[in-house]
C-alpha cells in the first residue's frame, strides 16, 4: 500500500518537525496575565561607540605607538583624520562607482573602521 507509507512518513516527518519547534508556554485558566513591566528610559546616555581610548592591540600597534613617540600626539591624530577621511572617500566613490546605496556605503565605512580597531591603528 504506497497510500500507507506515504501517510506514514508524512506523520514522522510532522512530529520530527515539532521536536525542533519553539516551545511556548501554555497559560491556564487559573494563571492570571503578569503585570507589564514599566521601561524606565535613561536620559542622555552615552552610546555604546566608543572611540581612541578601548583600542585593541593589533599587528600594527608597535608601528603606531612608535609613531607617537617621533611625531607627537597632535600629528599623529591629524595624520591618522587625513588617512580615514581619505579612506572613506575613497569608499563613497567606489559605492557610486557600482551604485550601492548609502546604507551600505556607511556599513562598509564602519566596517573598515572595525578592521582598523581589529589591525592596531587605533592604539
Known amino acids: 500500500?504506497?497510500?500507507?507509507?506515504?501517510?506514514?512518513?508524512?506523520?514522522?516527518?510532522?512530529?520530527?518537525?515539532q521536536a525542533f519547534a519553539?516551545?511556548?508556554?501554555?497559560?491556564?485558566?487559573?494563571?492570571?496575565?503578569?503585570?507589564?513591566?514599566?521601561?524606565?528610559?535613561v536620559p542622555n546616555q552615552r552610546s555604546a561607540l566608543q572611540m581612541g581610548n578601548n583600542a585593541k592591540f593589533?599587528?600594527?600597534?608597535?608601528?603606531?605607538?612608535?609613531?607617537?613617540?617621533?611625531?607627537?600626539?597632535?600629528?599623529?591624530?591629524?595624520?591618522?583624520?587625513?588617512?580615514?577621511?581619505?579612506?572613506?572617500?575613497?569608499?563613497?566613490e567606489w559605492t557610486v562607482y557600482v551604485g550601492a546605496s548609502s546604507y551600505q556605503r556607511g556599513m562598509l565605512i564602519k566596517k573598515a573602521k572595525n578592521n582598523g580597531d581589529e589591525l592596531g591603528f587605533l592604539v
Do not use: E
Not at 29 to 38: D, E, Y
Open 58 to 92: 593589533g599587528i600594527f600597534s608597535p608601528a603606531v605607538v612608535a609613531a607617537r613617540a617621533v611625531l607627537g600626539d597632535k600629528t599623529l591624530n591629524k595624520l591618522r583624520g587625513k588617512g580615514i577621511s581619505l579612506h572613506s572617500q575613497a569608499i563613497t
Open 22 to 41: 519553539p516551545m511556548t508556554p501554555v497559560k491556564s485558566m487559573s494563571q492570571t496575565a503578569a503585570a507589564p513591566v514599566a521601561l524606565r528610559r
Open 1 to 17: 500500500m504506497p497510500g500507507f507509507k506515504t501517510l506514514v512518513a508524512v506523520l514522522t516527518l510532522c512530529v520530527s518537525a
